[in-house]
């Protein structure tokens, strides 16, 4: 069975803990993957070259990057044909200008916190997936890319904005979703649907 690195923050979280999701994305995905919770960024050095083939990153890191060396750890595991699934938070590995072009995005601000409404995209492997309201941070991202492929959208206040995407860098392939704030979204079942769809995807691609 395949290892799935789940890479977070346990100490001082500013806003997301790994602790509680670390629970949940290991049972939902016990099925796929064997999932390895960790804070420590110099385990992201071990991706090149070894068995994992996926990275989940729910990091919550806003302020630095993670090191130079981890970064490009990360990077060179993608091009090499390594799969990256970042959720929510998990973006902010894009702090690092290498992984900024990995992760085709930023996250630049959010609106006040409210109920807001997720919509799966058609005629892509999230298709069929119920639309959900949940009580939402409607991330607002910059440096998008212009080959990110939509997955995800959500309505705020009559707008509606891109929460979700795929992309390829080198042989690897990428799946950023939006949602994320709390461990109540993790337990909505189109959001579990969501998150599994995407390992499956991702583990698809590396088996390919």
């Not at 999230?126 to 939402?136: D, M, N, Y």
Request: net charge negative.
């Amino acid at each position: 069975m395949s290892q799935i690195l789940l890479f977070g923050t346990y100490i001082q979280p500013p806003y997301h803990p790994l602790k509680g999701v670390d629970a949940l994305l290991t049972s939902l995905l016990a099925d796929l993957g064997t999932v390895c919770p960790t804070d420590n960024p110099e385990d992201l050095l071990k991706l090149p070259g070894g068995s994992c083939p996926l990275l989940i990153s729910y990091l919550d890191q806003f302020d630095h990057a993670i090191p130079e060396a981890c970064a490009d750890a990360v990077l060179r595991f993608v091009q090499e044909g390594g799969s990256l699934l970042a959720l929510h938070n998990g973006i902010s590995l894009s702090l690092d200008q290498g992984l900024l072009r990995v992760l085709g995005g930023r996250f630049s601000h959010h609106p006040t916190q409210e109920p807001i409404d997720f919509f799966p995209e058609e005629d892509t492997f999230l298709s069929g997936i119920p639309a959900f309201t949940i009580s939402e941070e409607p991330y607002q991202f910059d440096h998008l890319a212009s080959d990110n492929r939509p997955l995800l959208h959500y309505t705020y206040r009559g707008e509606t904005y891109l929460a979700g995407w795929e992309r390829t860098e080198g042989r690897g392939r990428i799946i950023y979703l939006c949602p994320g704030h709390t461990i109540d979204t993790f337990n909505m079942e189109s959001y579990k649907q969501m998150i599994r769809r995407s390992v499956q995807e991702l583990l698809k691609q590396k088996a390919g």
